[in-house]
Each structure stands twice: as structure tokens, then as C-alpha cells.
Nanobody, 121 residues
Framework: QVQLVESGGGLVQPGGSLRLSCAASERTFSYYAMGWFRQGPGKEREFVAAMNRNGAMTYYRDVKGRFTISRDNAKSTVYLQMNSLNPADTAVYYC???????????????WGQGTQVTVSS
């Protein structure tokens, strides 16, 4: 059982930046594909970014060029650097771990509790 704990959310002005972190309890963290998803107000949860254990990454088109996913296997932590934030990025952000490098929620077995990101002036 992998436990995931997100941190780093908060209130930021449009154009600002935040870095989200997701710490995993599992020592075999390096074997998992890691993903970030988000759920905005009144919306379904959607894919944001994913990284496999070898460092390959993929992004949702609306965040590509602004967000960067990275991982530190020694710290069992995955990050999401978010730049040029805009109000449409307001959401609860979730990290997830799974055995398959994927953009689909169903491919991830373990989920964090989420961290709120609010972009507003």
C-alpha cells in the first residue's frame, strides 16, 4: 500500500508560480509511474502530467510549456512546478502512483488526498 501526501498548494495571483510536492511512503517508489490530476470547481477530474520511472513525461495540452513534472527517487517525491498560472488552473491537485505510465485515472492505483490551488487576484 502506497501512501501519497501532497503539499505546496495555496493562493497565488495570476501569472504566479507554485511548486507542488507529493511524498510517497513506499521505498519502491522508483518503480511506479507518477501522475498529477486536478479537479476544478464543478468539473470532472482531469489529467495534468505524468512521468514514468525512466523519466519520460507527458502533459495535458493546456499546461504544456507552463508546468513541469519531475521526480526525486532518492526522496520518493514527485513535483509539479507550475508557472504562468491563470484562474483556469484553480483546482484541487492530486498525485497518483501506478504501474502503468498513462493519462487515465483508472491506470493509477494509489492517490493522495489532494491540495488546493487557487489562482486569483
Amino acid at each position: 500500500q502506497v501512501q501519497l501526501v501532497e503539499s505546496g498548494g495555496g493562493l497565488v495571483q495570476p501569472g504566479g508560480s507554485l511548486r507542488l510536492s507529493c511524498a510517497a511512503s513506499e521505498r519502491t517508489f522508483s518503480y511506479y509511474a507518477m501522475g498529477w490530476f486536478r479537479q476544478g470547481p464543478g468539473k470532472e477530474r482531469e489529467f495534468v502530467a505524468a512521468m514514468n520511472r525512466n523519466g519520460a513525461m507527458t502533459y495535458y495540452r493546456d499546461v504544456k510549456g507552463r508546468f513541469t513534472i519531475s521526480r526525486d527517487n532518492a526522496k520518493s517525491t514527485v513535483y509539479l512546478q507550475m508557472n504562468s498560472l491563470n484562474p483556469a488552473d484553480t483546482a484541487v491537485y492530486y498525485c497518483a502512483a501506478g504501474g502503468t505510465y498513462s493519462t487515465r485515472e483508472s491506470d493509477y492505483n494509489y492517490w493522495g488526498q489532494g491540495t488546493q490551488v487557487t489562482v486569483s487576484s
